[in-house]
T-cell receptor, first 117, second 114 residues
Framework: NAGVTQTPKFRILKIGQSMTLQCTQDMNHNYMYWYRQDPGMGLKLIYYSVGAGITDKGEVPNGYNVSRSTTEDFPLRLELAAPSQTSVYFC????????????????FGPGTRLTVT | AQSVTQLGSHVSVSEGALVLLRCNYS??????LFWYVQYPNQGLQLLLK??????LVKGINGFEAEFKKSETSFHLTKPSAHMSDAAEYFCAVSSYNQGGKLIFGQGTELSVKP
């Protein structure tokens, strides 16, 4: 099992450019998440998905879009990049079964470090 | 709404000393609580979790945490620090009605002095 993989590892964007951060998991998890991590701020949820075709906003969704066409993939799209989007982005996944066997722990990818200049 | 507060953004201990990282939570329903560790330039790795079973939870690398409902706390401890414990530690909270979403604290950076 590779777990959660993210590409690219690093990227520098110019203001106004767009890009897609890729995330794939091979654990057959139904839930997937995108976070951004800024120094001293912990992790903030951008978007999440409870299954293929279903996505919802998290705490800081502005400037981002997501889609989930398969169980394995959950790409994050940045349109019109801004300096405020300079951050480290983490994708995570988890499996939520029924209430008698909750999992809830999330498995994280290695992150993508994005700089917008 | 749920929230997590980690007391101290930076903690420094000597090698062999006790490690104590503090986490307090706020939740109107029974919480699920987690500690994650992040080594430099890496993703987060689960250390341990509390999901309403035993209140004293043992995790990897000799860490443990105790859920204290009366104090709304879930502090992380390790009896003897090792140089390899230097990392950033995050406390997080969720619950059965949050759809698996985690709320993270701000993180505590642990330094270990030789």
């Amino acid at each position: 099992n590779a777990g959660v993989t993210q590409t690219p590892k690093f990227r520098i964007l110019k203001i106004g450019q767009s890009m897609t951060l890729q995330c794939t998991q091979d654990m057959n998890h139904n839930y997937m998440y995108w976070y951004r991590q800024d120094p001293g701020m912990g992790l903030k949820l951008i978007y999440y998905s409870v299954g293929a075709g279903i996505t919802d906003k998290g705490e800081v969704p502005n400037g981002y879009n997501v889609s989930r066409s398969t169980t394995e993939d959950f790409p994050l799209r940045l349109e019109l990049a801004a300096p405020s989007q300079t951050s480290v982005y983490f994708c995570a996944s988890s499996y939520l079964g029924d209430s008698s066997t909750p999992a809830y722990e999330q498995y994280f990818g290695p992150g993508t470090r994005l700089t917008v200049t | 709404a749920q929230s997590v507060t980690q007391l101290g953004s930076h903690v420094s201990v000597s090698e062999g000393a006790l490690v104590l990282l503090r986490c307090n939570y706020s939740s109107s329903v029974p919480p699920y609580l987690f500690w994650y560790v992040q080594y430099p330039n890496q993703g987060l790795q689960l250390l341990l979790k509390y999901t309403s079973a035993a209140t004293l939870v043992k995790g990897i690398n000799g860490f443990e945490a105790e859920f204290k409902k009366s104090e709304t706390s879930f502090h992380l401890t390790k009896p003897s620090a090792h140089m390899s414990d230097a990392a950033e530690y995050f406390c997080a909270v969720s619950s059965y009605n949050q759809g698996g979403k985690l709320i993270f604290g701000q993180g505590t950076e642990l330094s270990v002095k030789p």
